[in-house]
């Protein structure tokens, strides 16, 4: 370090000592006085009070003017010129004592819970006029150890030095109504808020905890840098009030610190004297939220905490709408978990579905064992499966062909449809004949399950018993379609015939049946709407009519080349649209 | 009350307590059709005297659509007091044979085939 830059530390050193005490005494004195123009009251050493505190102001200007020239100090005989220049001492002690003389008078006439605060301003005063005392015996080489063991951080190397209008400006700036008028808008509740006041003078965190409590805030100190770390790390705070000039762990580190951590967001305030503005600058771009300068203003303090808690608030609103947000994330998440788990399901339950209802298919095989009749059926799930149903039963030589669709899709179609070809079969192996009996029996069940199940399900079903050469349909669906050797078509119509499965409880009274004859070379369709109604592109039906049509010109070929036709030629009218409802289609032949 | 969509819509007149249907209905199944069910339940539930159901303009009704018109003249027919009128017309073939069901859930309902 050379001598030069030495000087000017310890120019800066020796105002920041000197300020120390002066700030206690402007500190407590505009305290006292705030707290009685807020009482409104006027009492008679109110004067004194406010000589005190202009006093303060004086000594400050008084030091800047003296111990901050325009044109820094370059050698040890400049520096000694500008510390022991008379004039700066009988300025000081005159403003000391001044200060002094009122205290005395304030001891014995102000209340009595003022006294400790003018006591304080005595100290400090006292103090001041040591200091000042012991100008004289300093020299930058000793000065270090005579005024204090401290060691100002090395920013400070690099002085600001005040133009005195910039420091009446700065002044003028506190003193303005503007932020006065702000405050009136104040939207905060204080009492919610802890301030964290880091301070090395013991004088500064009483005045700053107090102007803190004064404005509703709760007040927590911390003695210096390492005892603040502590404190913020199993603390919560709102904010920090933060002395930059600290021994040991000084206010850069304690901000750096808070800056790199999880309290990055709670706002710092670094406290500062009005002519450390570089330091203050440096702060800043560290990411200090503001400055206060010493002497503490009560008014400056109070709009600077609101405007940083205002912030604060503000941002911790917008990280509580982030955490919600990243909350509704989590919860979309969770769901398009559940629903690709729902997917899964429903792929699962329409395989399970599908295999329900192919399972119970009867064979080729045992179609082709059928005397009299060549049978061949088809059948194919929709996408969503549907509830078709076709069998062929046989029981003591009597042939069931039954069809028939439950409403609707998915596993319950499925499920009821296997419950009624089990009934089916249940009632034939009972040797049921009555079609009356059977429908009402087989009815009562599907209905009862049907209830129990919560379902709003029904189905059309209709059985159609065959013995040589006869047929016997009863139960409500589609139109069967007869198509005669040689080419012409009946069309039976079922709707007299029964009524929906499951729908009523009982359904006895519309059950009836209908008897054809069948000769050789006949041709009998059964199919479920998922052919009559299957759409091309344009949205038209299949119809009735082209089943007709593609029967009765193939009537000539064999059940099994029936099926293929009608089935070729549904296929070249669906092309290529979905196919919404399962297809099933019976071809029976006489032979 | 009414749902309007481009192939159909159902309207449901509270002064004359008519419920018109018209267009094409060929929705997949009961969930699909939940609009129209909730409308039809709304209606029973307000228990007007007579309810008159218009399908002489609705051209297509599927099996879904008739099982949940059979479940809405059941519903009818369980509160009573309420006079059941069905408009059809001769024009659409599938109203011919689906229509009777309903007049056999509901001896008393009124079919009017125009």
């Known amino acids: 370090m050379t001598t030069d830059s ?137 000065n270090s150890l005579t005024i204090s063991p401290k060691i100002p951080p090395q920013v400070v190397e690099e002085d600001y030095f005040f133009e005195p209008e910039t420091i009446s400006e700065i002044d003028i700036i506190i003193d303005s109504g503007v932020l006065l008028a702000q405050e009136d808008e104040q939207p905060l509740d204080p009492s919610k808020y802890t301030i964290l006041i880091v301070d090395d003078n013991a004088t500064n965190r009483d005045l700053l905890s107090r102007q803190v409590k004064t404005q509703g805030y709760k007040a927590a100190v911390a003695r210096d840098g390492r005892q603040a770390i502590q404190k913020i790390k199993t603390g919560a705070y709102d904010l920090i009030l933060l002395d930059i000039i600290m021994p040991e762990i000084n206010g850069y580190q304690v901000l750096k610190w808070i800056r790199a ?5 709670i706002p710092t305030i670094m406290i500062s004297a009005l002519d450390e503005i570089d330091s203050v600058v440096k702060c800043i ?127 319950e179609s499925g499920v009821l449809m296997l419950m009624v070809q089990t009934a089916v079969r249940t009632l034939m192996e009972n040797n049921e004949t009555d079609p009356k009996k059977f429908f009402e029996v087989l009815n009562r069940t ?40 040689g080419g012409t078509v009946e069309r039976v119509d079922t709707i007299d015939l029964g009524f929906p499965i499951g729908l009523e409880e009982t359904i006895e009274d519309f059950v009836f049946q209908a008897q054809i004859n069948l000769h050789q070379g006949d041709v009998v369709i059964l199919y479920t709407d998922g052919i009559t109604e299957a759409e091309n592109n344009l949205g038209i039906h299949y119809g009735l009519e082209n089943l007709c049509a593609i029967v009765q010109q193939n009537w000539q070929e064999s059940a099994q080349d029936i099926r293929q036709a009608v089935i070729e030629n549904l296929r070249s009218h669906i092309g290529v649209e979905k196919v919404y409802d399962d297809i099933t289609l019976v071809v029976l032949k006489q032979k | 009350m009414e749902i309007k969509t481009e192939n159909y819509k159902v309207v449901y007149d509270e002064v004359s307590n008519n419920i018109v249907f018209d267009g094409s209905l060929r929705l997949n199944g009961t969930a699909e059709y939940a609009s129209i069910t909730e409308l039809l339940n709304n209606v029973a539930q307000q228990e007007p005297e007579k309810i008159v159901l218009d399908l002489k303009e609705l051209n297509f009704l599927n099996s879904s659509g008739i099982s949940i018109l059979s479940k809405f003249v059941i519903n009818i027919r369980r509160r009573k007091n309420i006079q059941m009128v069905v408009i059809g017309a001769k024009k659409n073939p599938w109203q011919g044979k689906s229509l009777k069901n309903l007049q056999r859930l509901m001896p008393s309902l009124k079919l009017e085939m125009e």
């Open chain 1, 6 to 142: 030495q000087s000017q530390l310890s120019l800066s050193h020796l105002r920041h000592e000197l300020r120390t005490p002066i700030n206690a005494i402007i500190g407590y004195s505009e305290m006292i006085v705030e707290e009685f123009e807020d009482l409104g009251s006027d009492p008679p050493y109110l004067q004194e009070l406010e000589e005190i505190r202009d006093c303060g102001a004086e000594l400050l200007v008084s030091i800047n003017n003296f111990l901050n020239p325009a044109i820094p100090p370059t050698s040890e005989l400049e520096w000694e010129q500008i510390v022991t220049n008379p004039e700066l001492k009988i300025q000081l002690q005159k403003l000391t004592n001044l200060v002094i003389n009122n205290c005395q008078q304030l001891i014995p006439t102000i209340e009595t819970e003022l006294v400790p605060d003018v006591e304080k301003i005595n100290l400090a005063a006292n103090k001041l006029l040591e200091e000042i005392n012991n100008l004289l015996k300093t020299s930058p080489g000793k």
């Open chain 1, 261 to 265: 951590g999880a309290w990055r967001h």
């Open chain 1, 285 to 411: 771009e560290m990411g200090a939220a503001d400055y206060l300068a010493k002497p503490f203003n009560p008014t400056l303090l109070k709009a600077r905490l609101g405007a940083c808690l205002e912030q604060k608030r503000l941002r911790d609103q917008e990280s509580s709408y982030l955490d919600k947000l990243a909350l509704a994330n989590e919860e979309i998440k969770t769901l398009n978990g559940c629903l690709k788990a729902e997917n899964m399901r429903l792929s699962t339950e329409l395989e399970v579905t599908q295999r329900l209802q192919m399972m119970l298919l009867p064979k080729e095989q045992e179609l082709s064992q059928i005397e009299g009749l060549e049978i061949a059926g088809f059948m194919e799930p929709a996408d969503e499966v549907g509830g078709d149903y076709y069998d062929v039963l046989q029981h003591h030589g009597r042939i069931t062909i039954g069809i028939g669709d439950v409403t609707g899709h998915g596993l």
């Open chain 1, 446 to 485: 599907i209905y009862k399950n049907v209830q129990r199940m919560d379902s709003d399900k029904n189905l059309s079903l209709c059985l159609v018993n065959y013995h040589e050469g006869v047929l016997n349909l009863s139960g409500q669906h589609e139109e069967m379609l007869v198509i005669r050797a």
